[in-house]
Structure formats: structure tokens, C-alpha cells
């Protein structure tokens, strides 16, 4: 089964295949928003979605966050002063979806394919979800938009297809065996060469900390020009820069594969979710969400530097860190967040750890401080 066909299964909406979830973050706030409108956002989030929304030309109002999830705290955001909502729901804990109700409301649910709320997967709640087939299902690329109405979808096909570049079946094969190598590297515990080799290789790309390179006069430069993806290009395709790349039949078979063995292993990442829970430093939110598969399990912690050069000597590899918040990464891009504290201390302390690596982890784990404050 394709991994579109999946999710249409599970969410009962119209999918459209997409060579990444960023790109279908892009055609949700185009198709949905006007240039102009404000959007309230998260401060903790990928590098890229922060682009991706002045790229589509709209105003990011930067929210108050939650010590409990990471993610927006609603009840300290003024909901009357913004036209739209961008949820997170960071590493899978679901954004508080009630307290948006009457907003417009894109969903991204790259961290949260198999979060439910209610009996209901996350993705089905608003305008559109927008998932990734690269964090789950570790397919290594591949989005997919789901809306619920045909009209719309038909309407973001045809905008999609326009945005989309040739690829090549060569590039495509490479990427493919790029993805079952870095799978292959997790299961044998070959972590640490793994990451060597790729920053001896380049492939990742250069980093002021955790945070791209903002460059912010030739920021301003592609905001000129008004609300268009191509010249955000260099700050979108980070590490990804085949974002907006057509995919073959490789790809489509690959990720159709992956998708299918995420149920399987759902039982070994619902048992290290509650291990991992145990732990003093667990983030609270994370209590409240013990039946659900979380693609990470948020620990808030001191010396993280630390504890992450420890868990890559074990063959845990640690990702998915958003330092500085928005407000300190891109000042003068953003409206700031009333509150923004708690961000700073969540982005300084919090360590996503893998549930289903926690057997892998926890004696690292078990030694380190609970983060204060």
C-alpha cells in the first residue's frame, strides 16, 4: 500500500504526495492564509517552518510555551490578535487543539503520524495536517497534506505541481540507500562512525549552534519580493535540499514500505515511552500521554551537551534540538512572545530521547540532573 493510501486510511481525508513535509507546510499556508495575516506560532521548532511562513508572506506572532508539552501555551497568547494558528505538537505530545477552536488552524504533524486525541489522529482536527514520512516511518524523505475537502486538495495539486523540480533516478536511488544506511546504522549501533562519516562528508549543513545560518540582509532581500517559495530556497532546503524534488517509483516504494512497518513496531515505542517516564526528569506533559507512540520522549535536563555525547557513545543518536527560540534566532522577523522565558529555558535544557532506543539509553539516562528553574 502507498504511504498516501495510508494515510488516507487513517485520517479519512484527501492526500497529496509531497517530497517533504515542508513543502506541504508552504501550499497549507498559501492555500489557507492571506499575505499579511498574523499566524501564532510555537518558538521551539525546525529552522526551516519559521521561513516557510514569510515565505508565504505571513506575519509570525511568536507564542508563550508550555514547560509541561514545549509546546504553545494558549491560555498566555492572545488569540484575538492573530487571524491563524500553527500548531507543532513537539516530539508527538498534541498541541491543547480546544483552546484554538473558532481559528484557523494548520496542523504540522511531522513529530506526531501516530498521536491521536480523542480516538482522532492529529492532522484531522484543522485546515489541513501536514505530515512527514521521514520521522515515523524513517523513510528518509516524503510528506503528505491531508484536507478535507476535494475542492482543496485538487486546488494544492495543481500548486504543488507548479512548485515541483525534475528529479533523477540516480539522485533518488542514492537517497534511498542514504536512508537504509542511516536505519542501519541505528539498529547496529554504528551511531558514531555513522555521524562521523556525514560531517566528514558534508552532509549536514553548517550550523551557528543548533540554529542555521539566518543571514539576515539577504532575508530581507527574498521578503521583498513578496510571497514566493523559490527564494527562501537556501534557508528552506537546509539539510534537506531536495525538498521540492519530484519522486519516482523508488521513493514511492520505499516510503510505502516504511509507512507499513510503523504499526509494527508501535508496541516497543509504547513501552519505552512509559520507561522513559519514569525518569525525574521527564517533561510533565509527557504524564498525560502515556498511551500514545511519541516519536520522542522530551527530558529537561542539565549538561545536555554532555548527556548527548554520552548517549552517541551507546548508539543514540540525539536530534531534533531548536535553539535559540525564534525570538532570539531571528529578532526583528518575528512578532516576540510576551513570555519568552520558558522558551529559553526549554530550548537550553530539553533532550528528545527515542523510545525505541530506551533500553539503549536509560543508564545514561538514569544519572543525569533534572533541569532547575
Excluded at 484531522?124 to 521521514?134: Q, W
Amino acid at each position: 500500500m502507498s504511504a498516501v493510501r495510508a494515510l488516507e486510511e487513517r485520517t479519512g481525508r484527501h492526500c497529496l504526495a509531497l517530497p517533504s513535509n515542508r513543502l506541504g507546510l508552504y501550499l497549507a499556508l498559501r492555500h489557507f492564509c492571506a499575505p499579511g495575516q498574523r499566524l501564532l506560532m510555537s518558538p521551539i521548532s525546525a529552522d526551516e517552518i519559521l521561513f516557510l511562513v514569510l515565505a508565504a508572506g505571513l506575519v509570525p506572532v511568536i507564542a508563550p510555551l508550555s514547560r509541561r508539552t514545549g509546546n504553545i501555551d494558549p491560555a498566555r497568547a492572545d488569540l484575538s490578535d492573530v487571524d491563524a494558528v500553527l500548531t507543532t505538537n513537539l516530539y508527538g505530545l498534541p498541541d491543547d487543539l480546544p483552546a484554538f477552536d473558532g481559528k484557523l488552524l494548520i496542523e504540522d504533524v511531522a513529530h506526531a503520524m501516530e498521536t491521536t486525541v480523542g480516538g482522532r489522529p492529529l492532522g484531522t482536527f484543522g485546515a489541513a495536517g501536514v505530515y512527514s514520512l521521514s520521522k515515523h516511518a524513517g523513510a528518509g524523505s516524503g510528506g503528505v497534506l491531508a484536507v478535507a475537502d476535494a475542492a482543496d486538495a485538487k486546488a494544492l495539486a495543481q500548486a504543488r505541481d507548479l512548485l515541483l523540480q525534475p528529479g533523477s533516478w540516480r539522485a533518488e536511488l542514492l537517497s534511498v540507500a542514504s536512508s537504509m544506511a542511516r536505519q542501519a546504522a541505528l539498529t547496529f549501533d554504528l551511531v558514531r562512525p555513522a555521524l562521523r562519516l556525514m560531517r566528514a562528508l558534508g552532509m549536514e549543513e553548517e550550523r551557528e549552534g543548533y540554529r542555521i545560518a539566518l543571514r539576515a540582509p539577504e532575508l530581507r532581500a527574498a521578503m521583498a519580493g513578496g510571497p514566493a517559495l523559490p527564494p527562501f530556497d537556501p534557508w528552506v532546503r537546509a539539510d534537506l535540499h531536495s525538498y521540492r524534488t519530484r519522486r519516482g517509483g523508488p521513493a514511492r516504494w520505499y516510503q510505502g514500505r516504511k509507512v507499513a512497518k510503523v504499526a509494527r513496531v508501535r508496541p516497543r515505542r509504547l513501552a519505552g515511552v512509559r520507561r522513559l517516564a519514569e525518569l525525574p526528569s521527564v517533561a510533565e506533559g509527557v504524564l498525560d500521554h502515556l498511551d500514545q507512540p511519541l516519536f520522542r520522549v522530551p527530558l529537561l535536563v542539565e549538561e545536555r551537551d554532555r548527556a548527548i555525547a554520552a548517549l552517541e557513545r551507546r548508539g543514540v543518536a540525539t536530534g531534533y534540538l531548536y535553539a535559540p527560540p525564534y525570538d532570539d534566532y531571528a529578532p526583528g522577523f518575528t512578532t516576540p512572545s510576551p513570555a519568552p522565558a520558558d522558551a529559553r529555558w526549554w530550548a537550553e535544557h530539553v533532550l528528545p530521547v527515542d523510545p525505541v532506543y530506551a533500553d539503549r539509553a536509560l543508564p545514561v539516562l538514569r544519572e543525569l540532573t533534572p533541569a532547575r528553574g
